[in-house]
């Protein structure tokens, strides 16, 4: 009864390839967000969906591009992977932001560039 | 452009001890105030939230106070226990019309001591 789920948990593959991570949440949520922790554990927001429409793009490349194809479900691809794309990247939703109910998060797929 | 700075980055305390984590946040005009723990290889559990117009939170150990104006928040754990260790990040949440971005802090790791 995972509320928020994120396929793979691991992801090693080499620089230069193309790669997704799925993201599901069974909560109800209209809202939901891909962030990226950096080795220095620094957790930062890269794009939110709303009721499956981009409300949040933050500067990230665009190799990176998130995909919702419905409420539940926001998935994250990644084109010509570079070294610096090595992350633990999570997933997350919410009821409306301006609900002042949490994010809830998922466990978090490490990404590893060789 | 927000920014959240916790203080300290790492704390070690014995086990049953009292303690306060810190947080500040830049620009004042928050929606609310979060805090999460996160554990080794996890994603992060939402532990309390503060709306803008509170001045504090109480779950348990744990209490979360607000001062807006001073743009700071404190955690605060009594009786501390081995299992409190993990990680605390403390985000705050700022609206730009109908966007609303939750901004993290690089984080306090506690390590309580049996």
């Known amino acids: 009864d995972t509320a928020v789920s994120q396929t793979p948990k691991y992801l090693v593959t080499q620089m230069g390839n193309d790669k997704s991570i799925k993201c599901e949440q069974n909560?109800?949520?209209?809202?939901m967000y891909w962030y990226k922790q950096d080795s220095k554990k620094f957790l930062k927001i890269m794009f939110s969906?709303?009721?499956?429409?981009?409300?949040i793009n933050e500067t990230v490349p665009n190799r990176f591009s998130p995909k919702s194809p419905d409420k539940a479900h926001l998935n994250l691809h990644i084109n010509s992977l570079e070294l610096g794309d090595s992350a633990v990247y999570f997933c997350?939703?919410?009821?409306?932001?301006?609900?002042?109910?949490?994010?809830?998060f998922g466990d978090g797929t490490r990404l590893s560039i060789l | 452009k927000q920014e959240v700075t916790q203080i300290p980055a790492a704390l070690s305390v014995p086990e049953g001890e009292n303690l306060v984590l810190n947080c500040s946040f830049t620009d004042s005009a928050i929606y609310n105030l979060q805090w999460f723990r996160q554990d080794p290889g996890k994603g992060l559990t939402s532990l309390l939230l503060?709306?803008?117009?509170?001045r504090e939170q109480t779950s348990g150990r744990l209490n979360a106070s607000l001062d807006k104006s001073s743009g700071r928040s404190t955690l605060y754990i009594a009786a501390s226990q081995p299992g409190d260790s993990a990680t605390y990040l403390c985000?705050?949440?700022?609206?730009?019309?109908?966007?609303?971005?939750?901004?993290f802090g690089k984080g306090t790791l506690l390590t309580v001591n049996p």
């Open positions: 909560l109800g949520h209209d809202t």
């Open positions: 503060i709306q803008s117009s509170q």
């Open positions: 997350a939703s919410s009821q409306v932001p301006g609900s002042n109910q949490p994010q809830h």
């Open positions: 969906y709303n009721n499956k429409e981009l409300i």
């Open positions: 985000a705050a949440l700022n609206s730009g019309g109908s966007n609303y971005k939750l901004t």
